[in-house]
T-cell receptor
């Protein structure tokens, strides 16, 4: 069964600090992995997409890594801002499909 | 493009009433998805359409749920009769199969409360 597990479930950090969110998946065959950011009261928005051959991808202060061998991904947020407070969802799509498997998300709160 | 449009944004109804949620996908997108999001279960795929045709409705929880897509620019999700356990945020998302990217673009969601 395709599964995506995220940790931690929730995280509280101070503004300006860095943090790393984790994602483990069992989706097979693998096509791509996305990290979505979901602000309160809004729909998820894609931050990054990674395919099998990519190890690292950055989007501003967000850097995603992928280890396809261990089926793990991480999202690193540098110099956090209050606007980073949101839920971050790891989404994995199997090859030959448009139907992704969603993780439960990590709720991040950035305090001033 | 205005993105995926959903209406209403909030719906409060009483148990037993019919509820209809509406979605307008992004123009040119040929896939449309309906999701339900709760704290306990996260995002769950209910049903998806390709070129207005329902492809997989295995995620629809019960016969009380039904979805239609009469044309490329409009879809509805109906719950009849509604129950308190249907309370959740319902998202519509769309994507385009051409171009290589399968990024799903989500609407703002409809927060449904069934009393």
């Amino acid at each position: 069964k395709n599964q995506v597990e995220q940790s931690p479930q929730s995280l509280i950090i101070l503004e300006g600090k860095n943090c790393t969110l984790q994602c483990n998946y069992t989706v097979s065959p693998f096509s791509n992995l996305r990290w979505y950011k979901q602000d309160t009261g809004r729909g998820p928005v894609s931050l990054t997409i990674m395919t099998f051959s990519e190890n690292t991808k950055s989007n501003g202060r967000y850097t995603a890594t992928l280890d396809a061998d261990t089926k793990q991904s991480s999202l690193h947020i540098t110099a956090s801002q209050l606007s980073d407070s949101a839920s971050y969802i790891c989404v994995v799509t199997p090859g030959g499909s448009y139907i992704p498997t969603f993780g439960r998300g990590t709720s991040l709160i950035v305090h001033p | 493009d205005a993105g995926v449009i959903q209406s209403p944004r909030h719906e409060v109804t009483e148990m037993g009433q019919e509820v209809t949620l509406r979605c307008k996908p992004i123009s040119g997108h040929d896939y449309l998805f309906w999701y339900r999001q709760t704290m306990m279960r996260g995002l769950e795929l209910l049903i998806y359409f390709n070129n207005n045709v329902p492809i997989d409705d295995s995620g629809m929880p019960e016969d009380r749920f039904s979805a239609k897509m009469p044309n490329a620019s409009f879809s509805t999700l109906k719950i009849q009769p509604s129950e308190p356990r249907d309370s959740a945020v319902y998202f519509c998302a769309s994507t385009r199969s051409s171009g290589g990217s399968n990024e799903q673009f989500f609407g703002p969601g409809t927060r449904l409360t069934v009393l």
